[in-house]
Each structure stands twice: as C-alpha cells, then as structure tokens.
C-alpha cells in the first residue's frame, strides 16, 4: 500500500512540474512584446473605388457631355479662343448694309464652375454656374458681329444605376436659368434705316434697337449610360431633350435634343509610369419642329493627367459650329482648362 501511495505522488508531482514547463514555453519573456496574429486576407485594406470608376477604368470628365456616376466633386473650367462669323459687309460713308457677305473676327470666353454632390449611393445633386461671352474684333467686325454676354445658373438632380461591372446608365432633371445681353450695333443702324425709309415723319431711334436682352428658362430631362470594356478605355453616350422657354411678354418654346458621345482612353493602366490620357467627345443640338433651338455641332480633343485618382486635370480644345445671337453663322475654337476633384 506504501508503495502504491508512493507511486501516486510521484505521478502527480511530475504531472505538474509538466504543466508548468509548458506554461512557461508559451508565455514570453519579461520586457517581450507578444508578435501579432496574422492579418486574414479579408482584413487587409482593398483598393479604394472612385466613383467615377467602372470596370477598373477611371473616366475622363469633358464639358461638352455629361457622366452616368454619383459622387461629390467640385469642378471649374475656363475657356479662351478666337472665331469667325459670316456677316453683311459695313459700308460707313453713307451708312448702309451691303447683300456681300464677309467673315468677321470675334474673341470668345467661357467660365464655368460646378458643385456635384452624391447624397446617396445612386443619387446625386448638382449646381453650376457658367459664363460665355464674345466681343467682335478687327474692321467692322465690332459694329457687325456686336458683343453678347450669357449667364446661365443650373440645379438637378441624378439618380443612376449600375448594372453588372461594366455598365452603368443614368436619368437626370435640370432646370436652367440664362439671362443674356447682346449689343448689336450694325442690326440697330439697319433697323433704324428701314425703319426711316418706310415712314420718314416716324424715323427714331431707339435704345432697344442695339441693345436686346433675352431671359430664358430650360428644363432638361437626360438619359445617359458609359460602358467600360477594359480598364484603358470607356465609352459614353448621352441623350437630352431640351425645352427652353423664354420668359417676359415674348414668350415662345423653342424644343431640341442634344447628343453627346465620348471615347477616353487612359494609358496608365497599360503603363504604369505614363499618368496621361485622352478623350474624344461630340455633341449636336438640333431642334424640335419648324421653330426649335437652333443647331449646333461642337467637337472636343482632350489630354488628361490621370496620376492621382481623385483629381482630374487636363486641357481641351474645342471646335464649335453654331450661330451668334445675332444669328450670324459661326466657327469658333476654345482652348478649356478643366479641373475637377473628387470626394468619395
């Protein structure tokens, strides 16, 4: 019985000088920091999504056509160049308008700045106000093209939509408001001169003969979608109907749709150590019925750095076909610096 009690203690004594030395093996030394687990790979941070991306391409912004995306972004762009218009010649000594028709000089301007804001994960508010004018410049071309100043204020709203990882369409509400002023001085004499010739006793002049201001309120419904086929290059395609109104005593509706189309590449993806890119945008207005807006064709080519995912810069020239608001025949070509950046 002694020896078995004897065994016993012994089992059980050399049972906890066991456990010890174990617990002493895994526990660290004094002054020791314990090394941490190992991240899981589904802890570790994954690449952050902008929400101008779609397939793994980040898309280039243009002023000439409008994004499918919902994101908060602030954005400004400034333009500057030189056109010509298609005009009546101006013969001073006596004052009269000739049949023969000329090409007149004119500077153009353009600033626009933009505020988007994402208020839910599909859904996105915007505001902008944007400025265009020219000025005539050069023999007659201050008497027959004039100077015209538009202002126009923009608020909408965009609700969007993705579908699949390529894909992702958009339908936008706008509401426009644009007062604009233009000083016409050849239309004004013309005026004034046929005005005379029908009824000498009458013959006046009046301010309004040389200055006109027109108020116009444009509501916009759009729909627009951008494909991303590779992570290099995308593609969108936007389509707007436009009913302008204008208000005051010589109210009128005036409908026309806007296409928009661009193509943009970006060679970062392809090469890493080459943060440039390029885009190929196209947009026409053409009117609605007898009496819509009147046409215009714009065509822009832009390069881009693309370095930093959350800005945008680039410089793009365009090259616009349209008519003055003297309703002169028009070619005009801009040089556009855009910046925009985005918050997520």
Request: glycine share 10%; charged share 10%.
């Amino acid at each position: 019985m002694r020896s078995i009690a004897a065994l016993t203690l012994a089992a059980a004594l050399l049972w906890t000088l066991d456990a010890r030395a174990q617990e002493s093996a895994t526990k660290p030394a004094a002054g020791a920091t314990a090394a941490p687990a190992p991240a899981s790979p589904a802890a570790t941070d994954a690449p952050q999504k902008w929400g101008r991306e779609l397939g793994g391409h980040a898309f280039l912004p243009s002023h000439i056509i409008e994004d499918p995306f919902s994101y908060t972004a602030f954005a400004t762009t400034f333009g500057l160049g030189a056109g010509q218009a298609l005009g009546p010649q101006l013969q001073l000594q006596p004052p009269a308008i000739l049949q023969d028709n000329k090409w007149y000089g004119y500077t153009g301007l353009g600033l626009g700045v933009l505020m988007n804001v994402r208020i839910l994960e599909y859904l996105s508010a915007r505001a902008a106000v944007a400025a265009n004018a020219y000025l005539g410049t050069g023999n007659g071309s201050v008497l027959v093209v004039g100077s015209s100043a538009r202002v126009t204020g923009d608020v909408g709203v965009k609700g969007s939509l993705p579908i699949g990882d390529t894909f992702r369409v958009a339908a936008s509400f706008d509401v426009q408001y644009g007062p604009v002023y233009s000083i016409l001085l050849a239309q004004g004499f013309a005026d004034a001169l046929n005005q005379c010739r029908v009824d000498p006793q009458g013959c006046s002049i009046a301010l309004d003969q040389f200055l006109q201001t027109d108020d116009t309120v444009t509501y916009v419904g759009g729909l627009v979608g951008s494909w991303a086929p590779w992570p290099f290059l995308g593609a969108t395609l936007s389509f707007q109907y436009l009913i302008p109104t204008k208000t005051g005593k010589a109210s009128s509706s005036q409908n026309g749709v806007d296409l928009q189309a661009m193509v943009d590449f970006d060679a970062k993806p392809l090469l890493p150590w080459l943060p440039l890119g390029a885009n190929l945008a196209y947009g026409i207005i053409s009117p609605v019925g007898s009496s819509g807006v009147t046409t215009s064709q714009e065509y822009g080519f832009g390069f881009y750095y693309t370095g930093r995912p959350e800005m945008a810069l680039g410089l793009e020239i365009d090259w616009k076909i349209s008519r003055l608001e003297s309703q002169l025949a028009s070619q005009t070509t801009l040089a556009w610096v855009n910046f925009r950046y985005y918050w997520n």
